[in-house]
């Protein structure tokens, strides 16, 4: 995977490279080829050990004191026999339960030892072609590497799979299939056979069945590791903060060691082009959206060469401009539908889908097709325009130049995917220079004939799929594919007028207003930062930064949020800060900002919440004035059209028509009403309240809202010059008008639901039953209670997995969220879900229960705490050089009024805190504290026995 796909933020069509002719090459071409090779980034240490298995080494600086090891097995579902289905992946759940060096749950103990969470710094996956193990391994103790080495090597060669730990890991495996069940597997298993006809792909899906996932021995997982685990057909890829010579002398004395034991390699298995437009309408009592595509197949072999990477560039582009074209359509008055776009999809090694997708209500669909095929052939029959690929030129180049400014704070993660498909595809890997110089050099060489070209060449590929996706309420109904197959005959016959561009004449800002002035400046040096007060009395917080060079950060912020609203207007206030967002700011619509702004780098978004409204955005150190001119439009000058709104009912109302369908949205509805005793400001949108939505009342809270600049405070942070922001800042903030009032929040009196209550509702349509323990109190927040509660939560987590999952089998997964929130009042929730089988969930609620009773009762161990600690202290360096988790901190420690001393004496508070003060705070929370058990079961008709539908059940 070349560089640029994943820090240049490009099409997917690039995931796999450019396009070219599929004819044999000749010797002569294969020279030519040849010549064209694209370099392989020189900062790699990639070779071969002489028992086969491939490595990439990378030296990497962030974040510091971290590496990040992936040991990659080329084998996946593809390689299974039809009783073997789901047994690659069955093998990577035994890699955690047991191996030469360690026995079952000593593994993932070890690593939560050293300051690793199961999930995020240590995990797996099984795909068509590949499984993959993940660890991202702290380096402050000088044992932790070669210990890790150790786990790659038994994973390698050295799993016990022992009988006993097999038949104990098999209902998790289970579990996970059960949990993957529901709506959008229904919806695939009616969609696969379309995409992948005659080939392994559709009888080979990773997760197995539950029939083969049933039957799978012992001896055939044995097999199936001898087979297939063997060092030529495994990679390591190793990037962090180390020495690349450390790593390849580790890997040598471990996985180097490894023999080939037997043969096993992976087969190349084809996909057919299809010979025909397969029709598939896939509907779905639960579905709440329809859907229609057009497919078309694509070949996309790797971009391997200089041409082959130039191709990728053209369909990045092109993709760019239909993509904008179509966003334009769909924001025009009375749209032909919800939204549209053009999409790649993967399908298969260099088989792709080439998509153009339509949302529709579900009574527009032969209008929406027509529509979406008028604008594809607009463009087959005029062409795109000279400026609509200058601007897409202009974007690609920017991005460019963010990724060669910033290339030196890539985290080690983002890094080891390009290697992994270097292993799994040949695809090359370039470096970020080497990838900047390249799009430099070829972009100027891609002409709009090249654009067109490539246009028409794609409207030849095979059409293979013809698809509708929807609610199963008798609307959308066969009886459509005659009718989309006519319209598809007749599209290439219709005359269109050419594409008509609209480019907005204009500077952003014709006239600067008349400046403010900074009237205070002091230092907050517990996190190296600066405060200004502006004339108008808005406070900014400015910390200077230089994790990344082509980035700075804002935020704005003040209390209200639509706490401030009537009931009246209640609604319109909620959807206002998105509908100025769909509609723009002073004379510019959307599509003629995103014109305007073309090759810049600066994005604003506002928000207004329950009890706060605000401003966030981003650019990078060229565009700072942009980012701060359009705060100021976004403060002075907003927006409503009614058209916008129109449409915005439109697809508001269409989602709410089938809203309830989907059982899982019925259950929360109702569940959030019960939750709230049916408070006016906790009911779940409907059709009615969606046409309570005005522009007028829009605007009106919106402007309220954001009219008193004083009332709020800004956070910047990022690589900026402080002379300059602060001129900056005088001109565009100081600028913004403010009144000395402060304003506030309102409480509305709403409270979650007290007492002890079951609340179960049998509606599910699959054998499942989705879990939640809802435990809550009022308690009065601090930031020590807050952090005192984060580590019972991480232990009570940990424990919970170890029961409900290792110990008894029950669940693939398992969470608890505990918090403390201020607003309205000081709150604590808790909150402990899991997806089991129905038939032991009463034993599962047991279990968690008796869990959590124990924790209080018999307290926590020093070992826990010490491990939590040591999670917590890894967060926390990490989050030292990332300039978003300095911006929540500031906004955080603002509006709570907190003193930052508190955050610096972070460590110092991990470090003495013991299990008798974690337990205290779990008892202090949970002492009498509501609970609701809510369950959403599957209906009678699926083996549930039936309750009354409506009710709730003390217990």
């Not at 068509?128 to 044992?143: K, S």
């Amino acid at each position: 995977m070349p560089v640029p796909i994943r820090f240049f933020c490009l099409c997917v069509v690039l995931l796999l490279g450019g396009c070219q002719s599929l004819a044999p090459a000749t010797s002569e071409s294969e020279a030519a080829q040849n010549e064209q090779r694209l370099p392989l980034d020189p900062a790699v240490l990639h070779g071969q050990l002489d028992n086969g298995l491939t490595y990439y080494i990378r030296a990497n600086g962030r974040p510091a004191q971290r590496a990040s090891l992936r040991l990659v097995v080329r084998v996946g579902s593809l390689e299974e026999q039809s009783d073997e289905q789901g047994i690659a992946h069955y093998l990577e759940h035994m890699a955690f339960n047991g191996s030469r060096h360690f026995a079952r749950n000593e593994l993932i103990d070890w690593f939560q030892s050293i300051g690793m969470r199961f999930g995020s710094h240590l995990n797996a996956y099984t795909g068509f072609d590949r499984t993959l193990y993940v660890l991202e391994v702290p380096l402050d103790e000088p044992d932790n590497l070669p210990r890790a080495f150790q786990v790659l090597t038994d994973w390698a060669h050295y799993l016990s799979l022992d009988p006993a730990d097999v038949e104990q890991e098999r209902p998790v495996v289970v579990e996970e299939w059960r949990a993957r069940k529901g709506l959008g597997e229904r919806l695939q298993e009616v969609i696969r056979p379309a995409l992948y006809a005659d080939s392994r792909y559709l009888e080979r899906q990773p997760i197995g069945t539950r029939e083969t996932l049933a039957g799978i021995s012992t001896e055939q997982l044995r097999a199936f590791y001898r087979r297939w685990y063997q060092p030529r057909n495994m990679a390591l890829v190793a990037v962090g903060d180390f020495e690349p010579g450390l790593i390849k002398r580790l890997m040598e004395q471990s996985l180097g060691t490894l023999d080939n034991r037997r043969p096993g390699k992976p087969r190349d298995w084809p996909l057919p082009v299809p010979d025909q437009l397969r029709f598939v309408l896939a509907t779905d009592p639960e579905a709440n959206t329809t859907t229609l595509q057009l497919g078309l197949r694509l070949t996309l072999p790797i971009a391997r060469t200089r041409d082959q990477y130039r191709q990728s560039l053209t369909n990045n582009l092109l993709l760019s401009i239909l993509n904008n074209r179509l966003d334009e359509v769909g924001r025009a008055p009375n749209p032909p539908f919800l939204g549209a776009g053009i999409s790649l999809q993967q399908l298969a090694g260099d088989q792709f889908l080439f998509g153009l997708t339509a949302r529709t209500e579900e009574s527009g669909v032969l209008e929406s097709f027509e529509r979406l095929l008028e604008e594809w052939h607009r463009a087959l029959h005029h062409g795109l325009l000279g400026s609509e690929l200058e601007r897409a030129k202009k974007n690609l180049l920017l991005q460019a130049s963010i990724t060669v400014q910033d290339q030196d704070n890539f985290p080690s993660s983002h890094l080891t995917g390009d290697y992994l498909e270097h292993f799994l595809t040949g695809a090359p890997f370039l470096s970020v220079n080497q990838a900047d110089a390249l799009i430099r050099e070829l972009l100027p060489e891609i002409s709009l004939a090249d654009i067109n070209g490539r246009l028409r060449e794609i409207a030849q590929s095979p059409p293979q799929l013809l698809l509708i996706t929807g609610p199963d309420n008798g609307m959308l109904t066969a009886d459509l594919e005659p009718q989309l197959r006519a319209l598809l005959a007749k599209a290439p016959e219709v005359k269109l007028e050419p594409w008509q561009e609209s480019i907005a004449d204009a500077s952003l800002i014709a006239t600067p207003p008349r400046p403010g002035s900074i009237v205070d400046r002091q230092p907050v040096p517990e996190i190296d930062a600066v405060r200004l007060t502006l004339s108008n009395g808005i406070q900014v917080v400015t910390k200077a930064t230089d994790f990344k060079q082509a980035e700075i950060l804002l935020r704005a912020f003040a209390p209200g949020g639509v706490s401030l609203a009537d009931d009246d207007n209640f609604r319109s206030a909620g959807e206002a800060a998105g509908l100025v967002a769909d509609s723009g700011i002073g004379d510019f619509t959307v599509t003629e900002l995103r014109k305007l702004l073309a090759g810049t780098s600066a994005s604003v978004r506002t928000w207004i919440n329950s009890y706060e409204q605000g401003i966030s955005g981003a650019s990078t150190p060229e565009d700072l004035e942009l980012l701060l001119q359009l705060v100021h439009l976004y403060f002075t000058e907003p927006r409503i059209d009614d058209e916008i709104v129109a449409s915005h009912i439109t697809r508001v109302l269409d989602y709410q028509r089938n809203r309830t369908a989907n059982v899982g949205q019925r259950f929360g509805d109702a569940y959030r009403k019960f939750l709230f005793g049916d408070h006016f400001r906790k009911q779940p949108w409907s059709v009615e309240l969606a046409r309570q939505i005005d522009a007028g009342k829009a605007l009106d809270f919106y402007r309220q809202r954001f009219a008193n600049a004083a009332n709020f405070e800004f956070a910047i942070v990022g690589n900026f010059d402080p002379e300059k922001l602060e001129a900056l800042l005088a001109t565009w903030i100081a600028s913004l008008p403010g009144r000395g009032e402060k304003e506030t929040w309102v409480d509305r009196h709403i409270r979650l639901i007290e007492g002890q209550h079951e609340f179960v509702r049998q509606w599910g349509t699959e054998n499942k039953t989705q879990v939640q323990l809802k435990f809550h109190k009022p308690f009065p927040w601090s930031k020590m209670a807050q952090r005192k509660l984060a580590f019972f939560e991480e232990i009570l987590s940990v424990r919970l997995r170890e029961e409900l999952r290792e110990n008894l089998g029950g669940v693939y997964s398992v969470g608890a969220s505990l918090s403390l929130g201020r607003r309205p009042i000081g709150l604590f929730e808790a909150n402990i879900s899991f997806t089991c089988d129905p038939a032991r969930t009463d034993e599962l609620i047991r279990a968690a229960r008796a869990i959590l009773d124990g924790m209080l009762e018999d307290g926590v161990t020093t070992a826990e705490v010490d491990r939590t600690a040591q999670t917590m202290l890894q967060d926390y360096r990490t989050s030292l050089r990332v300039n978003s988790e300095w911006l929540g901190l500031i906004h955080h420690y603002e509006q709570a009024g907190l003193d930052y001393e508190l955050f610096t004496d972070y460590p110092a508070v991990l470090e003495a805190m013991t299990p008798e003060q974690v337990q205290a705070m779990g008892q202090a929370v949970f002492e009498n504290a509501s609970l609701i058990i809510a369950e959403l079961a599957p209906a009678e008709e699926n083996g549930a026995t039936a309750n009354p539908p409506d009710s709730d059940q003390a217990r």
